[in-house]
Protein backbone atom coordinates (compact mmCIF):
# COMPACT_ATOMS: atom_id res chain seq x y z
CA UNK A 1 0.00 0.00 0.00
CA UNK A 2 3.19 2.45 0.18
CA UNK A 3 2.65 3.20 -3.03
CA UNK A 4 -0.89 4.57 -2.41
CA UNK A 5 0.29 7.15 0.28
CA UNK A 6 -0.59 10.51 -0.52
CA UNK A 7 2.55 12.34 -1.51
CA UNK A 8 3.03 15.99 -3.18
CA UNK A 9 0.67 14.81 -5.91
CA UNK A 10 -3.06 14.54 -4.93
CA UNK A 11 -3.75 10.54 -4.51
CA UNK A 12 -6.25 10.66 -7.80
CA UNK A 13 -4.06 12.10 -10.14
CA UNK A 14 -1.37 9.34 -9.29
CA UNK A 15 -3.69 6.66 -9.31
CA UNK A 16 -4.95 7.95 -12.53
CA UNK A 17 -0.95 7.47 -13.54
CA UNK A 18 -0.41 4.33 -12.04
CA UNK A 19 -3.78 2.93 -13.72
CA UNK A 20 -2.32 4.37 -17.23
CA UNK A 21 1.21 2.56 -16.55
CA UNK A 22 0.21 -0.73 -16.00
CA UNK A 23 -1.87 -0.57 -18.82
CA UNK A 24 0.96 0.61 -21.33
CA UNK A 25 2.74 -2.41 -19.40
CA UNK A 26 0.24 -4.72 -20.57
CA UNK A 27 0.74 -3.48 -24.09
CA UNK A 28 3.95 -4.02 -24.23
CA UNK A 29 3.89 -7.39 -22.73
CA UNK A 30 1.93 -8.31 -25.48
CA UNK A 31 3.42 -6.97 -28.33
CA UNK A 32 6.46 -8.44 -26.51
CA UNK A 33 5.08 -11.92 -26.23
CA UNK A 34 4.63 -11.92 -29.57
CA UNK A 35 7.34 -10.36 -31.15
CA UNK A 36 10.03 -13.16 -28.79
CA UNK A 37 8.29 -16.22 -29.46
CA UNK A 38 7.51 -17.97 -32.55
CA UNK A 39 4.25 -17.88 -34.16
CA UNK A 40 3.89 -21.62 -33.53
CA UNK A 41 4.26 -21.16 -30.01
CA UNK A 42 6.98 -23.35 -28.03
CA UNK A 43 6.46 -27.18 -28.36
CA UNK A 44 9.11 -29.52 -26.48
CA UNK A 45 8.30 -33.19 -27.33
CA UNK A 46 4.93 -32.72 -28.18
CA UNK A 47 3.41 -30.78 -25.43
CA UNK A 48 2.83 -26.92 -25.63
CA UNK A 49 5.00 -24.48 -23.32
CA UNK A 50 4.05 -21.71 -24.75
CA UNK A 51 0.61 -20.77 -26.78
CA UNK A 52 0.96 -19.75 -30.18
CA UNK A 53 1.18 -16.20 -31.07
CA UNK A 54 0.27 -16.18 -34.63
CA UNK A 55 -1.78 -12.83 -35.44
CA UNK A 56 -4.28 -15.36 -36.16
CA UNK A 57 -4.93 -16.33 -32.01
CA UNK A 58 -2.66 -13.10 -30.77
CA UNK A 59 -3.55 -9.95 -32.90
CA UNK A 60 -1.72 -7.09 -32.60
CA UNK A 61 -2.88 -4.26 -30.71
CA UNK A 62 -3.49 -2.16 -33.20
CA UNK A 63 -4.83 -3.89 -35.16
CA UNK A 64 -7.88 -4.96 -32.45
CA UNK A 65 -8.26 -1.12 -32.11
CA UNK A 66 -8.63 -0.55 -36.16
CA UNK A 67 -11.37 -3.14 -36.21
CA UNK A 68 -13.40 -1.33 -33.49
CA UNK A 69 -13.84 1.62 -36.11
CA UNK A 70 -15.02 -1.00 -38.90
CA UNK A 71 -18.76 -2.12 -38.89
CA UNK A 72 -19.54 -4.54 -36.60
CA UNK A 73 -21.21 -7.30 -39.30
CA UNK A 74 -20.86 -7.44 -43.05
CA UNK A 75 -24.59 -6.59 -42.87
CA UNK A 76 -25.52 -3.01 -44.90
CA UNK A 77 -26.04 -0.33 -42.53
CA UNK A 78 -24.11 -2.39 -39.92
CA UNK A 79 -23.22 0.56 -36.69
CA UNK A 80 -19.66 0.08 -35.61
CA UNK A 81 -17.60 -2.55 -33.95
CA UNK A 82 -17.07 0.21 -31.59
CA UNK A 83 -20.90 1.28 -31.54
CA UNK A 84 -21.91 -2.19 -30.75
CA UNK A 85 -19.94 -2.84 -27.72
CA UNK A 86 -20.71 0.72 -26.18
CA UNK A 87 -24.21 -0.45 -26.18
CA UNK A 88 -24.18 -3.70 -25.35
CA UNK A 89 -21.43 -2.56 -21.84
CA UNK A 90 -24.08 0.32 -21.38
CA UNK A 91 -26.62 -2.68 -21.23
CA UNK A 92 -24.57 -4.91 -18.83
CA UNK A 93 -23.63 -1.70 -16.89
CA UNK A 94 -27.02 -1.26 -15.75
CA UNK A 95 -27.49 -4.44 -14.61
CA UNK A 96 -24.66 -4.44 -13.07
CA UNK A 97 -25.14 -1.42 -10.72
CA UNK A 98 -28.61 -2.63 -10.30
CA UNK A 99 -27.03 -6.17 -8.82
CA UNK A 100 -24.14 -4.48 -6.91
CA UNK A 101 -26.90 -2.08 -4.65
CA UNK A 102 -28.80 -5.17 -4.18
CA UNK A 103 -25.37 -6.79 -2.94
CA UNK A 104 -24.30 -3.90 -1.02
CA UNK A 105 -27.14 -3.79 0.88
CA UNK A 106 -27.00 -7.66 1.19
CA UNK A 107 -23.75 -7.30 2.66
CA UNK A 108 -24.24 -4.90 4.92
CA UNK A 109 -27.16 -6.27 6.40
CA UNK A 110 -24.94 -9.20 7.25
CA UNK A 111 -21.98 -7.82 8.44
CA UNK A 112 -24.48 -5.25 10.59
CA UNK A 113 -26.36 -8.61 11.85
CA UNK A 114 -22.61 -10.41 12.25
CA UNK A 115 -20.91 -7.38 14.35
CA UNK A 116 -24.23 -7.23 16.80
CA UNK A 117 -24.68 -11.26 17.62
CA UNK A 118 -21.19 -12.88 18.12
CA UNK A 119 -23.60 -16.38 17.38
CA UNK A 120 -24.98 -15.01 14.04
CA UNK A 121 -20.94 -14.23 12.74
CA UNK A 122 -20.61 -17.91 14.19
CA UNK A 123 -23.38 -19.28 12.20
CA UNK A 124 -23.36 -17.12 9.10
CA UNK A 125 -19.49 -17.01 8.50
CA UNK A 126 -19.66 -20.73 6.97
CA UNK A 127 -22.38 -19.67 4.65
CA UNK A 128 -20.69 -16.73 3.27
CA UNK A 129 -17.60 -18.12 2.15
CA UNK A 130 -19.77 -21.15 1.19
CA UNK A 131 -21.76 -19.06 -0.75
CA UNK A 132 -18.99 -18.31 -3.09
CA UNK A 133 -17.19 -21.94 -3.90
CA UNK A 134 -21.02 -22.50 -6.06
CA UNK A 135 -20.66 -22.26 -9.41
CA UNK A 136 -22.16 -19.34 -10.30
CA UNK A 137 -22.79 -21.54 -13.74
CA UNK A 138 -25.21 -23.65 -11.60
CA UNK A 139 -27.46 -21.23 -10.32
CA UNK A 140 -28.13 -19.38 -13.29
CA UNK A 141 -31.07 -21.73 -14.64
CA UNK A 142 -32.12 -22.02 -10.65
CA UNK A 143 -32.81 -18.43 -10.56
CA UNK A 144 -33.98 -17.62 -13.91
CA UNK A 145 -36.72 -20.72 -13.23
CA UNK A 146 -38.00 -19.20 -10.03
CA UNK A 147 -37.78 -15.94 -11.06
CA UNK A 148 -39.84 -16.94 -13.75
CA UNK A 149 -42.66 -17.76 -11.42
CA UNK A 150 -42.77 -14.32 -9.75
CA UNK A 151 -45.97 -12.32 -11.06
CA UNK A 152 -47.29 -9.74 -8.52
CA UNK A 153 -49.59 -7.51 -10.16
CA UNK A 154 -48.69 -5.48 -12.86
CA UNK A 155 -44.99 -6.85 -11.45
CA UNK A 156 -43.42 -9.35 -14.14
CA UNK A 157 -40.30 -11.05 -13.22
CA UNK A 158 -37.71 -9.59 -16.13
CA UNK A 159 -34.81 -11.61 -17.43
CA UNK A 160 -32.23 -9.17 -16.72
CA UNK A 161 -33.52 -9.18 -12.92
CA UNK A 162 -31.91 -12.79 -13.18
CA UNK A 163 -29.16 -11.66 -13.90
CA UNK A 164 -28.45 -8.79 -11.47
CA UNK A 165 -29.65 -11.19 -8.60
CA UNK A 166 -26.52 -13.51 -9.77
CA UNK A 167 -24.44 -10.69 -10.28
CA UNK A 168 -25.22 -9.56 -6.41
CA UNK A 169 -24.25 -12.90 -5.49
CA UNK A 170 -20.79 -11.89 -6.07
CA UNK A 171 -20.68 -8.53 -5.01
CA UNK A 172 -22.24 -9.08 -1.38
CA UNK A 173 -19.19 -11.57 -0.49
CA UNK A 174 -16.57 -8.58 -0.62
CA UNK A 175 -19.04 -6.18 1.11
CA UNK A 176 -19.90 -8.61 3.61
CA UNK A 177 -16.22 -8.90 4.54
CA UNK A 178 -15.07 -5.79 4.35
CA UNK A 179 -17.82 -4.17 6.23
CA UNK A 180 -17.39 -6.62 9.07
CA UNK A 181 -14.08 -6.23 9.49
CA UNK A 182 -14.44 -2.23 9.50
CA UNK A 183 -17.65 -2.82 12.06
CA UNK A 184 -15.21 -4.48 14.46
CA UNK A 185 -12.41 -1.64 14.18
CA UNK A 186 -12.85 0.59 16.81
CA UNK A 187 -10.54 0.21 19.53
CA UNK A 188 -11.52 -1.08 22.77
CA UNK A 189 -11.09 2.48 24.17
CA UNK A 190 -13.76 4.07 21.77
CA UNK A 191 -16.00 0.98 22.26
CA UNK A 192 -15.48 1.49 26.27
CA UNK A 193 -16.06 5.21 25.47
CA UNK A 194 -19.83 4.85 24.07
CA UNK A 195 -20.40 2.10 26.51
CA UNK A 196 -19.43 4.89 29.71
CA UNK A 197 -21.54 7.57 27.44
CA UNK A 198 -25.04 4.85 27.67
CA UNK A 199 -25.15 5.11 23.78
CA UNK A 200 -27.80 2.27 22.31
CA UNK A 201 -26.30 -0.43 19.91
CA UNK A 202 -28.26 1.77 16.99
CA UNK A 203 -26.41 4.98 18.04
CA UNK A 204 -22.82 3.55 18.36
CA UNK A 205 -23.62 1.53 15.25
CA UNK A 206 -24.13 5.64 13.62
CA UNK A 207 -21.61 7.51 15.65
CA UNK A 208 -18.86 5.09 16.18
CA UNK A 209 -18.62 1.59 13.50
CA UNK A 210 -20.55 2.83 10.63
CA UNK A 211 -17.82 6.09 10.39
CA UNK A 212 -14.95 3.76 11.55
CA UNK A 213 -15.84 0.88 8.60
CA UNK A 214 -15.50 3.36 6.61
CA UNK A 215 -11.95 2.62 5.22
CA UNK A 216 -12.49 -0.61 4.97
CA UNK A 217 -15.89 -0.09 3.23
CA UNK A 218 -15.10 2.08 0.40
CA UNK A 219 -12.44 -0.89 -0.82
CA UNK A 220 -14.83 -2.96 -1.02
CA UNK A 221 -17.52 -1.29 -2.58
CA UNK A 222 -14.61 -0.83 -5.33
CA UNK A 223 -13.82 -4.88 -5.65
CA UNK A 224 -17.73 -5.21 -5.62
CA UNK A 225 -18.23 -3.76 -8.83
CA UNK A 226 -15.86 -5.25 -10.41
CA UNK A 227 -17.13 -8.30 -9.46
CA UNK A 228 -20.82 -7.45 -10.19
CA UNK A 229 -19.87 -6.98 -13.74
CA UNK A 230 -17.78 -10.08 -13.81
CA UNK A 231 -21.10 -11.64 -12.46
CA UNK A 232 -23.23 -10.76 -15.01
CA UNK A 233 -21.47 -11.09 -17.73
CA UNK A 234 -21.11 -14.90 -16.17
CA UNK A 235 -24.77 -14.32 -15.92
CA UNK A 236 -25.66 -13.07 -19.19
CA UNK A 237 -23.90 -16.13 -20.87
CA UNK A 238 -25.48 -19.05 -18.95
CA UNK A 239 -29.05 -17.41 -18.39
CA UNK A 240 -29.02 -16.60 -22.46
CA UNK A 241 -29.49 -13.04 -21.73
CA UNK A 242 -29.07 -10.57 -25.39
CA UNK A 243 -28.09 -7.01 -25.41
CA UNK A 244 -25.06 -7.37 -23.12
CA UNK A 245 -21.61 -7.95 -23.59
CA UNK A 246 -21.63 -11.15 -22.23
CA UNK A 247 -23.68 -12.44 -25.14
CA UNK A 248 -20.89 -10.46 -27.57
CA UNK A 249 -18.51 -12.18 -26.01
CA UNK A 250 -19.89 -15.98 -26.98
CA UNK A 251 -20.87 -14.69 -30.66
CA UNK A 252 -17.88 -13.05 -31.16
CA UNK A 253 -16.04 -16.10 -30.26
CA UNK A 254 -17.27 -17.80 -33.24
CA UNK A 255 -15.71 -15.33 -35.94
CA UNK A 256 -12.72 -15.64 -34.09
CA UNK A 257 -10.69 -17.51 -37.43
CA UNK A 258 -11.83 -15.22 -39.84
CA UNK A 259 -11.77 -12.19 -38.12
CA UNK A 260 -9.42 -12.52 -34.86
CA UNK A 261 -9.90 -9.02 -33.33
CA UNK A 262 -13.51 -9.13 -33.06
CA UNK A 263 -13.59 -11.44 -30.01
CA UNK A 264 -10.22 -9.62 -28.60
CA UNK A 265 -12.18 -5.99 -28.67
CA UNK A 266 -15.12 -8.23 -26.82
CA UNK A 267 -13.09 -9.10 -24.30
CA UNK A 268 -11.03 -5.44 -23.88
CA UNK A 269 -14.39 -3.89 -23.48
CA UNK A 270 -15.41 -5.92 -20.38
CA UNK A 271 -12.43 -5.52 -18.92
CA UNK A 272 -12.87 -1.68 -19.29
CA UNK A 273 -16.41 -1.79 -18.01
CA UNK A 274 -14.78 -3.84 -15.12
CA UNK A 275 -13.06 -0.52 -14.43
CA UNK A 276 -15.42 2.06 -15.43
CA UNK A 277 -17.10 0.29 -12.86
CA UNK A 278 -14.76 0.29 -10.05
CA UNK A 279 -13.96 3.92 -10.69
CA UNK A 280 -17.77 4.87 -10.39
CA UNK A 281 -18.22 3.38 -7.44
CA UNK A 282 -14.67 5.34 -6.15
CA UNK A 283 -16.53 8.44 -6.77
CA UNK A 284 -18.70 7.47 -3.38
CA UNK A 285 -15.39 7.49 -1.92
CA UNK A 286 -14.23 11.13 -2.79
CA UNK A 287 -17.61 11.79 -0.79
CA UNK A 288 -16.69 9.87 2.20
CA UNK A 289 -13.06 11.59 2.61
CA UNK A 290 -13.32 12.80 6.04
CA UNK A 291 -13.92 9.37 7.53
CA UNK A 292 -10.89 7.71 5.41
CA UNK A 293 -8.06 9.30 7.59
CA UNK A 294 -7.07 6.22 8.86
CA UNK A 295 -7.11 4.44 5.80
CA UNK A 296 -3.09 5.09 5.67
CA UNK A 297 -2.50 2.58 8.70
CA UNK B 1 -14.69 12.82 55.70
CA UNK B 2 -17.18 10.87 54.10
CA UNK B 3 -20.84 11.68 56.02
CA UNK B 4 -21.18 15.34 55.80
CA UNK B 5 -19.13 15.75 52.24
CA UNK B 6 -21.04 12.67 50.68
CA UNK B 7 -19.87 9.78 49.30
CA UNK B 8 -18.94 9.22 44.99
CA UNK B 9 -17.49 5.69 45.61
CA UNK B 10 -18.27 3.43 48.24
CA UNK B 11 -17.17 -0.48 47.43
CA UNK B 12 -17.58 -2.78 50.27
CA UNK B 13 -16.05 -6.73 50.10
CA UNK B 14 -16.13 -6.22 46.15
CA UNK B 15 -14.32 -9.15 44.50
CA UNK B 16 -14.31 -9.92 40.50
CA UNK B 17 -13.58 -13.56 38.82
CA UNK B 18 -12.76 -13.58 35.10
CA UNK B 19 -13.53 -16.83 33.85
CA UNK B 20 -10.67 -17.93 31.58
CA UNK B 21 -9.92 -21.24 29.21
CA UNK B 22 -7.70 -21.98 31.60
CA UNK B 23 -9.65 -21.58 34.65
CA UNK B 24 -10.94 -18.96 36.68
CA UNK B 25 -8.31 -15.90 37.74
CA UNK B 26 -9.45 -13.92 40.89
CA UNK B 27 -8.54 -9.94 39.48
CA UNK B 28 -10.05 -8.21 42.91
CA UNK B 29 -10.86 -9.94 46.06
CA UNK B 30 -12.16 -7.98 49.10
CA UNK B 31 -11.92 -4.74 48.30
CA UNK B 32 -12.93 -2.04 50.70
CA UNK B 33 -12.92 1.65 49.32
CA UNK B 34 -14.97 4.81 49.83
CA UNK B 35 -13.89 7.79 47.45
CA UNK B 36 -15.53 11.26 49.45
CA UNK B 37 -17.07 13.67 47.07
CA UNK B 38 -14.15 16.30 46.04
CA UNK B 39 -11.47 13.48 47.04
CA UNK B 40 -8.86 12.60 44.60
CA UNK B 41 -7.40 8.89 44.96
CA UNK B 42 -5.07 7.21 43.07
CA UNK B 43 -4.83 3.28 42.87
CA UNK B 44 -0.89 2.42 42.19
CA UNK B 45 0.44 -1.30 42.23
CA UNK B 46 2.59 -3.76 39.82
CA UNK B 47 1.04 -4.67 36.70
CA UNK B 48 -1.95 -7.69 37.08
CA UNK B 49 -2.87 -6.01 40.50
CA UNK B 50 -6.40 -5.62 39.15
CA UNK B 51 -6.45 -1.45 39.58
CA UNK B 52 -7.68 -0.89 36.05
CA UNK B 53 -10.20 -3.77 36.63
CA UNK B 54 -11.45 -1.52 39.65
CA UNK B 55 -11.50 1.04 37.75
CA UNK B 56 -14.05 -0.60 35.40
CA UNK B 57 -16.13 -1.86 38.03
CA UNK B 58 -16.72 1.40 39.57
CA UNK B 59 -17.72 2.80 35.58
CA UNK B 60 -19.96 -0.40 34.64
CA UNK B 61 -18.01 -1.49 32.09
CA UNK B 62 -17.22 -4.98 33.98
CA UNK B 63 -19.77 -6.11 36.95
CA UNK B 64 -18.67 -7.10 40.12
CA UNK B 65 -18.52 -11.25 40.85
CA UNK B 66 -19.38 -10.60 44.88
CA UNK B 67 -19.61 -7.77 47.10
CA UNK B 68 -21.56 -4.48 46.76
CA UNK B 69 -20.34 -1.08 44.64
CA UNK B 70 -22.08 2.33 44.93
CA UNK B 71 -21.67 5.28 43.06
CA UNK B 72 -23.23 8.35 44.66
CA UNK B 73 -25.47 6.18 46.44
CA UNK B 74 -26.74 4.04 43.56
CA UNK B 75 -25.84 1.07 41.71
CA UNK B 76 -22.91 1.33 39.55
CA UNK B 77 -25.24 1.15 36.38
CA UNK B 78 -27.44 3.45 37.33
CA UNK B 79 -25.05 5.83 37.66
CA UNK B 80 -23.77 4.65 34.28
CA UNK B 81 -27.18 5.46 32.68
CA UNK B 82 -27.14 8.76 34.49
CA UNK B 83 -23.91 9.82 33.36
CA UNK B 84 -22.91 10.76 36.54
CA UNK B 85 -18.77 10.28 35.94
CA UNK B 86 -16.43 11.29 32.78
CA UNK B 87 -14.11 8.71 32.01
CA UNK B 88 -10.29 9.16 30.19
CA UNK B 89 -8.37 6.11 28.87
CA UNK B 90 -4.92 5.34 28.31
CA UNK B 91 -5.56 5.78 24.52
CA UNK B 92 -6.89 9.22 24.11
CA UNK B 93 -9.73 6.81 22.06
CA UNK B 94 -10.91 9.96 20.02
CA UNK B 95 -12.91 9.76 16.66
CA UNK B 96 -10.19 10.36 13.98
CA UNK B 97 -13.56 12.16 11.51
CA UNK B 98 -14.11 14.32 13.42
CA UNK B 99 -13.09 17.91 14.91
CA UNK B 100 -11.35 18.44 18.49
CA UNK B 101 -14.29 20.43 18.80
CA UNK B 102 -16.68 17.84 17.84
CA UNK B 103 -14.84 14.87 19.87
CA UNK B 104 -15.08 17.12 22.83
CA UNK B 105 -18.97 17.92 21.82
CA UNK B 106 -19.41 13.72 21.32
CA UNK B 107 -21.12 13.41 24.92
CA UNK B 108 -23.49 16.19 24.52
CA UNK B 109 -24.41 15.24 21.13
CA UNK B 110 -24.75 11.63 21.92
CA UNK B 111 -27.42 12.92 25.39
CA UNK B 112 -29.37 15.30 23.20
CA UNK B 113 -28.04 18.63 24.22
CA UNK B 114 -28.68 21.73 21.55
CA UNK B 115 -26.17 22.59 19.01
CA UNK B 116 -25.95 26.23 20.95
CA UNK B 117 -25.28 25.03 24.41
CA UNK B 118 -22.82 22.19 22.81
CA UNK B 119 -20.79 24.77 20.76
CA UNK B 120 -20.41 27.20 24.21
CA UNK B 121 -19.36 24.63 26.28
CA UNK B 122 -17.03 23.03 23.67
CA UNK B 123 -15.38 26.33 23.78
CA UNK B 124 -14.89 26.94 27.85
CA UNK B 125 -13.54 23.24 27.92
CA UNK B 126 -11.46 24.64 25.14
CA UNK B 127 -9.87 26.85 26.97
CA UNK B 128 -9.33 24.69 30.08
CA UNK B 129 -7.60 22.39 28.60
CA UNK B 130 -5.68 25.30 26.19
CA UNK B 131 -6.49 24.17 22.68
CA UNK B 132 -8.66 26.74 21.84
CA UNK B 133 -6.20 27.39 18.35
CA UNK B 134 -7.09 23.66 17.38
CA UNK B 135 -10.79 23.48 17.48
CA UNK B 136 -11.05 22.72 13.85
CA UNK B 137 -7.80 20.30 13.90
CA UNK B 138 -8.36 16.67 13.13
CA UNK B 139 -6.74 14.28 15.79
CA UNK B 140 -4.47 13.00 13.67
CA UNK B 141 -2.85 16.39 13.79
CA UNK B 142 -2.21 16.85 17.13
CA UNK B 143 0.70 15.44 19.42
CA UNK B 144 -0.23 12.76 21.71
CA UNK B 145 -0.12 15.21 24.45
CA UNK B 146 -3.04 17.64 23.16
CA UNK B 147 -4.63 14.39 21.69
CA UNK B 148 -4.78 13.51 25.44
CA UNK B 149 -5.54 16.90 26.36
CA UNK B 150 -8.77 16.45 24.36
CA UNK B 151 -9.59 13.45 26.04
CA UNK B 152 -10.09 14.43 29.26
CA UNK B 153 -11.65 17.86 28.17
CA UNK B 154 -14.10 15.45 26.58
CA UNK B 155 -14.78 13.89 30.14
CA UNK B 156 -15.53 17.08 31.29
CA UNK B 157 -17.92 17.64 29.09
CA UNK B 158 -21.37 17.02 31.36
CA UNK B 159 -19.49 18.29 34.49
CA UNK B 160 -19.36 15.19 36.23
CA UNK B 161 -19.00 15.23 39.94
CA UNK B 162 -16.62 12.19 39.54
CA UNK B 163 -13.78 11.44 37.33
CA UNK B 164 -12.37 7.74 36.28
CA UNK B 165 -9.05 7.77 34.60
CA UNK B 166 -7.22 4.81 33.51
CA UNK B 167 -3.54 5.67 33.41
CA UNK B 168 -4.05 9.01 31.13
CA UNK B 169 -0.78 9.78 30.75
CA UNK B 170 1.06 6.66 30.46
CA UNK B 171 2.16 7.07 26.76
CA UNK B 172 3.32 10.28 27.45
CA UNK B 173 6.81 11.52 27.51
CA UNK B 174 8.10 12.91 31.23
CA UNK B 175 7.81 16.51 30.37
CA UNK B 176 4.22 16.56 28.85
CA UNK B 177 3.35 14.41 31.73
CA UNK B 178 4.66 16.98 35.04
CA UNK B 179 2.51 19.80 32.85
CA UNK B 180 -0.28 17.38 32.31
CA UNK B 181 -0.32 16.54 36.03
CA UNK B 182 -0.50 20.21 37.00
CA UNK B 183 -3.45 20.94 34.92
CA UNK B 184 -5.15 18.06 35.69
CA UNK B 185 -4.77 19.57 39.76
CA UNK B 186 -6.07 22.79 38.67
CA UNK B 187 -8.93 21.55 36.65
CA UNK B 188 -10.00 19.26 39.85
CA UNK B 189 -9.49 22.34 42.23
CA UNK B 190 -11.95 24.27 40.13
CA UNK B 191 -14.53 21.68 38.95
CA UNK B 192 -14.51 20.35 42.54
CA UNK B 193 -15.05 16.59 40.84
CA UNK B 194 -14.10 13.69 42.74
CA UNK B 195 -11.28 11.25 40.93
CA UNK B 196 -10.13 8.00 40.59
CA UNK B 197 -7.01 7.66 39.34
CA UNK B 198 -5.14 4.63 37.86
CA UNK B 199 -1.25 4.62 37.65
CA UNK B 200 1.80 3.47 38.30
CA UNK B 201 4.02 5.76 38.66
CA UNK B 202 4.58 6.96 42.19
CA UNK B 203 5.77 10.62 41.85
CA UNK B 204 2.50 10.97 39.56
CA UNK B 205 -0.14 9.47 42.25
CA UNK B 206 1.79 11.83 45.42
CA UNK B 207 1.25 14.20 43.34
CA UNK B 208 -2.15 14.57 41.99
CA UNK B 209 -3.70 12.70 45.06
CA UNK B 210 -5.35 13.48 48.49
CA UNK B 211 -4.74 9.69 49.22
CA UNK B 212 -2.83 6.82 47.32
CA UNK B 213 -4.45 3.44 47.41
CA UNK B 214 -1.55 0.50 47.17
CA UNK B 215 -2.32 -2.69 45.97
CA UNK B 216 -0.94 -6.13 45.19
CA UNK B 217 -0.74 -8.52 42.68
CA UNK B 218 -2.20 -12.08 42.54
CA UNK B 219 -5.32 -11.80 43.95
CA UNK B 220 -5.34 -7.81 43.75
CA UNK B 221 -5.53 -6.65 47.40
CA UNK B 222 -5.27 -3.16 48.85
CA UNK B 223 -2.18 -3.68 50.55
CA UNK B 224 -2.59 0.14 52.15
CA UNK B 225 -3.79 3.76 52.36
CA UNK B 226 -2.06 6.44 52.68
CA UNK B 227 -2.66 9.94 53.11
CA UNK B 228 -0.47 12.55 51.20
CA UNK B 229 -0.72 15.99 53.17
CA UNK B 230 0.10 18.18 50.05
CA UNK B 231 -1.03 21.65 49.53
CA UNK B 232 -4.59 22.29 48.20
CA UNK B 233 -5.12 22.48 44.32
CA UNK B 234 -4.36 26.07 43.58
CA UNK B 235 -1.53 26.17 45.80
CA UNK B 236 -0.32 22.74 44.29
CA UNK B 237 2.86 24.24 41.72
CA UNK B 238 5.84 22.74 40.56
CA UNK B 239 7.80 23.56 43.57
CA UNK B 240 6.05 21.16 45.26
CA UNK B 241 7.68 18.75 43.38
CA UNK B 242 11.00 19.48 45.13
CA UNK B 243 9.75 19.66 48.69
CA UNK B 244 10.86 17.54 51.20
CA UNK B 245 6.85 16.48 51.93
CA UNK B 246 6.84 15.59 48.40
CA UNK B 247 9.95 13.33 48.54
CA UNK B 248 9.09 11.58 52.03
CA UNK B 249 5.40 10.93 50.58
CA UNK B 250 7.56 9.37 47.62
CA UNK B 251 9.15 7.04 49.88
CA UNK B 252 6.35 6.41 52.08
CA UNK B 253 4.11 5.18 48.57
CA UNK B 254 7.52 3.03 47.71
CA UNK B 255 7.99 1.00 51.08
CA UNK B 256 4.43 0.80 51.26
CA UNK B 257 4.57 -0.89 47.17
CA UNK B 258 7.60 -2.85 47.98
CA UNK B 259 5.77 -4.85 50.87
CA UNK B 260 7.08 -2.39 53.79
CA UNK B 261 5.47 -2.71 56.90
CA UNK B 262 1.92 -1.88 56.18
CA UNK B 263 0.60 -1.08 59.55
CA UNK B 264 3.30 1.31 59.73
CA UNK B 265 2.59 2.97 56.99
CA UNK B 266 -1.48 3.11 57.07
CA UNK B 267 -1.47 7.07 57.72
CA UNK B 268 1.52 8.04 57.34
CA UNK B 269 1.90 12.33 58.58
CA UNK B 270 4.91 13.54 56.95
CA UNK B 271 4.38 17.37 58.29
Request: hydrophobic residues 50%; aromatic residues 6%.
Amino acid sequence: MSLLRAGAVPGWVRRTGEGLLALLAFVVLWELVKLVVPDGGVVVGGVSLLPRTSDQTMPHVWSVLARLGRPETSATGSVSLAGALVTASWFTLRISLAGWLVGVLAGLGLAVVMQRWRIAEDALAPWVVLSQTVPLIALAPLVVGWGGKIHLGAFAWDRWMSVALIASYLAFFPVAVGALRGLQSPTAAQVDLFRSLAASGTRTLWRLRMPAAVPYLVPALRLGAATAVVGAIVAEVSTGTQGGIGRLIISYAQSATGDPAKPWAAIAAAAVLGLVAAGVVGLVGLGLRRFRVGEVA
Amino acid sequence: MNAQAGVAVQAVGVGKVFTTRSGAVTALEDIDLTVAAGEFVSLIGPSGCGKSTLLRLVADLDSPSSGELTVFGTSARASREGQQYGIAFQQAGLLPWRTVRANIELPLELHGVGKRQRRARAEELLALVGLTDFAASFPHQLSGGMQQRVAIARSLAEQPSLLLMDEPFGALDEMTRERMQTELVRICAESGAAVLFVTHSIPEAVFLSDRVVVMSPRPGRISAVLDIGLPDGQARGESTREDAAFFANVTAVREALHGGSVADLRGVDVR
